[in-house]
Each structure stands twice: as structure tokens, then as C-alpha cells.
């Protein structure tokens, strides 16, 4: 008779498994939990005791660290050694392993677990069992995925039993056990405010296969991250719409890290990863009204993420557009009605309340590597802002270069924004020079006409100049930018002789 061993924390479909295995001619061994829900159900089962002839102790953290569990696991069928050594020490094989883990993750994941709690949810015997059963996958069937009870029933029915079949479960297993280490590890090692670990490892749960990537000939995949965050494009709810694509996602994340920067009502268009338009307000209409008036072309195909609930006059102007995406924290039923007739139009929803819970650290992949740092913050206190220029900002234009600043780091370099207080007028972005940014952001400023404040917002230092000549050329009244170029003073000295305002914020805001 072969031998299985049972001990899962989710009994998700467990009773039918083991009745199956039962059919197929196997004794169960079980623990714990799992052996009372075993014989609750009828089943014949015996308990790990009667086989390791040893007790349970230190309230269950030792139950299954045995050789006459691990024996029964690890030992080669093919080896005449090892079975004649089981057969000596009365060691019976045990031919399938099911186990899932103590629930860790779902531990973490609750709001106020102490650390003492979240501990005691480490499995030791779990993984140990389900690593030895997957060094031996030539003869052990391990099992940690409800989702395969009926396929491993079906394999078992099978005579051949499948030597590739059982090694897939192994890798499943492994990969199981890897990511609930890496979320322990992950836990401690945040817990102790490590910023860069000698290890880093990170573990992220498939949620959607994607029809192809960046382009068409590219295969790809979402994953989500193994402790999700409540306030990022993977947690968000889709209400409506033709499933998400890999564009689609990465323009979503990038319009909400935008839409996160601000407290009040505010809008944001995005279009292939950089901000369109930008606009906040006194509620969400006229936020929109704004965001959509800074770019009207751009704006066809693009994403739209508003922090606040869409009402029905402003879900009436995003029915008349082309869109890919609407991402907001919620939607009227008038406003959800009007945009769900349009069949392939994304709608969504998402927690804006955890938007400060955000990651602290961003990842980036290269050939090889991983690319780890801290996430971009700006200034955004007036009082950080540091005048270099004899004629002082007005206290519109301070307010209005901080909101442009909150902008251009969001925007790839070389990065120029014109706005106002409220309002995106001109975005510059991904020039090989800055003056080239400096005119496209003021070419589509200049569409607006003069609006005083008009002021720039610069990524980076001005490595000349010429960026800040042409600025006050064309109507801009104040600069921001890091400063910390050796010709600092050059721009400084142009910025006198126009009579404009320019202040430092000493942090460079560069995104490649």
C-alpha cells in the first residue's frame, strides 16, 4: 500500500483529495488540524505520532523533523542500500506529500500583528517536508497547489506516472517554499530598516497573462507583488473593459504615481509614460476641465487617473474621447453607466486612501541585474526653496513653481514644465539638450496665451544659459531648477537682466 503524508493550513477541497487518494489505494498519515478535519470527514487516517512513535512538542513546532518521516521521503526507491536500510529501521516510503505552508503572508497582511504573532506563522516542518519530497520527485509526488488535486489524481490513474509530470510539481514545490522564505526574509529584514540587504530577494505572484508585451512579437506576463500594495495598478479593480496590456499598465502606474502627489482635486492625462496634462481645482470637474485644456491633442489614446470620485458632467466630457484607461477611486452609477458603453474602454477603481503607503524603494531590471533606489520625493514646502536672483517670486509664482516641480519629476529627461499654480501649459520631454525641451514645453504654453504665473520647472540644472534667456523671451516669469552646474551664475546673472525670478531646490529630479 503506498503512503501519503497531509498537512495543510488551507483545506480548500482537501476532504475529496484524500477520499481520492484513499481510492487509489493509499494510507494517509496526517497532523494536527488536518488529521481532525480528516476523521471528522470519516476518513481513515493516522496520526504522525503512530508513526514517529514521538509526541508533538513545543506546542507543535516539532512534530514532523523525524527519520521516520524524512526516511520515508528521501530514501531512493532504485538503491538497495537505502531500502534495505528503511526495511531495518521500519521505515515505511511515504509516496506523496500535500502540504501548504502556515499562513504567513495572510498574517502580515493584517493590520496591528506584532512581530511575536507573525513569527510563530514560520513554518519549519512544511518546507522541510516539501523539500525533501521534491529532492526525490523520481519517486514522491508533492503537491502544494489546491489547483492540482485533480490533475495528480488523474496521473495517478495513470500506470507510466509520468517522471515529467512529478517533476514539474518539484519545481512548483521549490518555487512554493522560495517565495515563502523570500517574504520572511523580506518581513525581518524591513522590520530592521535594512535599506540595501547583501541578499535581495523578492517574490511576486503571477496575476495575468498578457496577449503580448511592448510590442507584438514580445511575449509577457504581469506579476504582482507577494505582499501586495493596496495603492499601485495591480490592486486595482477593473469594473469594465478589454483586458489590460503591457502599455497599459505602465502608462496606469506612471499616471498614479502623478495623481498621488497631490491632496486636493486634481487630474492626470498620461501618454506613453510622460504626464500630458495636469490640472487640480476646487472639486474634480474642474480639475479635468484643466488637465484636458493643457493638451487637447495629446490626449486621444491616452490614461486618465483622478483622485477623487467621477461624477456624471465629468464622466460626460470623458465619454466624448478616446481612452484607454479610467482610473479613479470611484464612480457614480451615472457616471459608470455613460462610460461602459463604450465596450473597450478600461474603467477602474482603486484605494486612493493608502496612497502614502506606497513602496519606499523602486525596482529597475538590466541585462543581469536589479537597480535599486529610493523613490524620487520632491521639495514641497515654500520655505526649502532657496532665491538666487535679485527680483524675489510672488507667493502665486512659489506655489506654482512647486506644482510644476511635482510634475517634472515625473517626466523623462531632459525635462522642462511650464505651468501655473493649477494648471500643466507646456511639458518638454526626452531631448538629448534641454533648450530643445525648453521650446517644446513653451511652443505648447504659448498656445494657452500669456497666464501670469507662467513659470518653468527644469529637471536638472541648466548646463548654459541659452534655456534661461529663451524662458524669459517667451513670457516665463519664475525658474526652479537644482542648481550645482559650474555655470550656475551664468544662469543666475541671465536671469537678472530679464528681471525674472529664479530659486534652487538643491535636488536634481533626472528620470531616464
Given at each position: 500500500?503506498?503512503?501519503?503524508l ?73 538503491n ?64 502544494v ?44 529584514t ?10 535581495l ?43 489590460l496590456?503591457y ?37 474634480i ?13 495629446s ?42 458603453k ?49 527680483k ?28 501655473t ?23 505648447q ?14 529637471d ?17 516669469t ?7 552646474s ?12 530679464k ?8 535636488r ?5
Amino acid at each position: 500500500m503506498r503512503r501519503a503524508l497531509i498537512s495543510v493550513s488551507d483545506k480548500t477541497g482537501i476532504i475529496d483529495f484524500a477520499e481520492g487518494l484513499i481510492e487509489r489505494g493509499f494510507e494517509l498519515i496526517s497532523t494536527g488540524g488536518t488529521f481532525n478535519a480528516l476523521k471528522n470527514a470519516g476518513l481513515s487516517v493516522i496520526e504522525v505520532e503512530e508513526v514517529t512513535h514521538f509526541p508533538e512538542m513545543l506546542d507543535g513546532r516539532v512534530k514532523t523533523l523525524h527519520p521516520m518521516i524524512h526516511g520515508g521521503l528521501l530514501a531512493k526507491r532504485d538503491n538497495p542500500t537505502h531500502m534495505a536500510k528503511l526495511k531495518k529501521e521500519s521505515i515505511t516510503p511515504i509516496d506523496l506529500v500535500c502540504v501548504n505552508l502556515y499562513p504567513f503572508k495572510e498574517t502580515i497582511e493584517k493590520p496591528n500583528t506584532i512581530e511575536s504573532e507573525a513569527i510563530e506563522q514560520i513554518d519549519i516542518g512544511g518546507p522541510a517536508m516539501l523539500r525533501s519530497a521534491s529532492k526525490n520527485f523520481q519517486s514522491v509526488y508533492v503537491v502544494v497547489d489546491k489547483a492540482d488535486y485533480a490533475s495528480v489524481l488523474i496521473e495517478l490513474d495513470d500506470e507510466k506516472q509520468n517522471h515529467h509530470f512529478r517533476r514539474q510539481l518539484a519545481a512548483k514545490a521549490f518555487r512554493h517554499t522560495a517565495a515563502y522564505d523570500a517574504l520572511i526574509a523580506d518581513y525581518l529584514t524591513k522590520e530592521l530598516e535594512v535599506a540595501f540587504p547583501e541578499k535581495l530577494s523578492l517574490t511576486y505572484d503571477f496575476k495575468q497573462g498578457m496577449r503580448y508585451g511592448e510590442n507584438a512579437h514580445q511575449s509577457a506576463a504581469f506579476y504582482q507583488a507577494g505582499i501586495p500594495n493596496a495603492f499601485s495598478i495591480a490592486s486595482a479593480k477593473q469594473l469594465h473593459g478589454k483586458e489590460l496590456s503591457y502599455n497599459n499598465i505602465k502608462d496606469a502606474d506612471a499616471a498614479l504615481k502623478v495623481v498621488s502627489e497631490f491632496k486636493r482635486p486634481a487630474v492626470v492625462a498620461m501618454k506613453h509614460m510622460n504626464p500630458c496634462g495636469v490640472g487640480v481645482g476646487e472639486n474634480i470637474y474642474e480639475a479635468w476641465q484643466k488637465a484636458f485644456d493643457a493638451d487637447k491633442t495629446s490626449i486621444f489614446g491616452g490614461i486618465i487617473a483622478l483622485n477623487r470620485e467621477v461624477n456624471l458632467a465629468t464622466a460626460t466630457d470623458l465619454h466624448q474621447l478616446f481612452l484607454e484607461i479610467i482610473i479613479a477611486p470611484s464612480f457614480t452609477d451615472d457616471a459608470y453607466d455613460i462610460l461602459a458603453k463604450k465596450k473597450n474602454l478600461r474603467v477602474m477603481t482603486l484605494n486612493f486612501s493608502q496612497k502614502d503607503q506606497a513602496d519606499k524603494y523602486e525596482y529597475v531590471s538590466v541585462l543581469g541585474g536589479l537597480l535599486v533606489q529610493e523613490r524620487d520625493q520632491a521639495i514641497d514646502q515654500i520655505s526649502e526653496l532657496k532665491t538666487v536672483t535679485e527680483k524675489l517670486p510672488t507667493i502665486d509664482e512659489k506655489e506654482a513653481l512647486l506644482f510644476a516641480q511635482r510634475i517634472v519629476k515625473h517626466v523623462k529627461s531632459n525635462a522642462i514644465v511650464i505651468a501655473t499654480k493649477d494648471q500643466t501649459l507646456g511639458i518638454g520631454a526626452g531631448q538629448m539638450n534641454r533648450i530643445g525641451s525648453v521650446k517644446i514645453a513653451i511652443e505648447q504654453a504659448l498656445e494657452h496665451g500669456m497666464v501670469e504665473p507662467f513659470v518653468l520647472a527644469s529637471d536638472a540644472y541648466f548646463p548654459m544659459d541659452d534655456s534661461v534667456e529663451y524662458a524669459a523671451d517667451h513670457g516665463v516669469t519664475a525658474i526652479i531648477q537644482p542648481g550645482g552646474s559650474i555655470k550656475d551664475q551664468d544662469s543666475i546673472d541671465m536671469a537678472n537682466r530679464k528681471a525674472i525670478a529664479m530659486v534652487f531646490s538643491g535636488r536634481r529630479h533626472f528620470k531616464h
